[in-house]
C-alpha cells in the first residue's frame, strides 16, 4: 500500500516545485505601466518586422542619436553600415542561436522625419524577443525612457 502512494505523491511534489520554478515574478508597477507603454506606442505602419513612427523635424536628431546609441550598445551583432540615414547592424545566421541584430533607417519628411526600426533573431523562437526589442528601441528613440532590463541580450559578438 505505501508503494502505491509513494510515486503519486513524488510526482506531485515535483511538478509542483517545477511550477514553482517557472513563475515569473509580478512586476512592480512602474515597470508594468513602462511595458504597457512599449507595447501601446503609436506607429503609423507596422509589420512583422518594422516599426514605422514620425517625429517633428526639430526633435530628429536627438532621436537619430537615441537609435545608434541603442544598436550599438545593445546589439549581439557589429555594426556593418552607419551612415546618416541608415545604421544596420550584421543579421545574425540562422543557427539556433538567439542573437539579434537591427536596422534603423531615417526618412525625412518636410517638417516631419520617419523612422522604419527593425528587429531580427536568428533563431525562429525568438521572434517574440525580436518584437520586443524593436518596440523597446523605438519607444526609447521617441522619449528617451530605457529600462534595459527588458531588453533581449546575450552579449555576444
Request: hydrophobic share 30%; charged share 25%.
Amino acid at each position: 500500500m505505501k508503494k502505491k502512494l509513494f510515486l503519486p505523491l513524488l510526482s506531485c511534489l515535483f511538478l509542483s516545485s517545477c511550477t514553482l520554478l517557472f513563475q515569473q515574478e509580478p512586476l512592480d508597477p512602474e515597470d508594468q505601466a513602462y511595458l504597457d507603454n512599449v507595447r501601446s506606442f503609436p506607429y503609423y505602419n507596422t509589420n512583422d518586422t518594422t516599426l514605422t513612427f514620425r517625429i517633428p523635424k526639430e526633435e530628429s536628431e536627438d532621436t537619430w542619436g537615441r537609435i545608434q546609441v541603442f544598436i550599438e550598445k545593445w546589439s549581439d551583432m557589429k555594426v556593418s553600415r552607419i551612415t546618416n540615414y541608415v545604421i544596420e547592424t550584421y543579421m545574425p545566421p540562422k543557427t539556433g542561436e538567439g542573437r539579434f541584430g537591427y536596422k534603423a533607417i531615417r526618412t525625412p519628411m518636410g517638417n516631419e522625419v520617419r523612422f522604419d526600426v527593425t528587429c531580427e533573431s536568428g533563431y525562429r523562437y525568438a521572434s517574440g524577443g525580436a518584437n520586443t526589442n524593436a518596440h523597446i528601441l523605438a519607444y526609447y528613440a521617441k522619449t528617451g525612457d530605457l529600462r534595459a532590463k527588458f531588453i533581449n541580450y546575450y552579449g555576444k559578438r
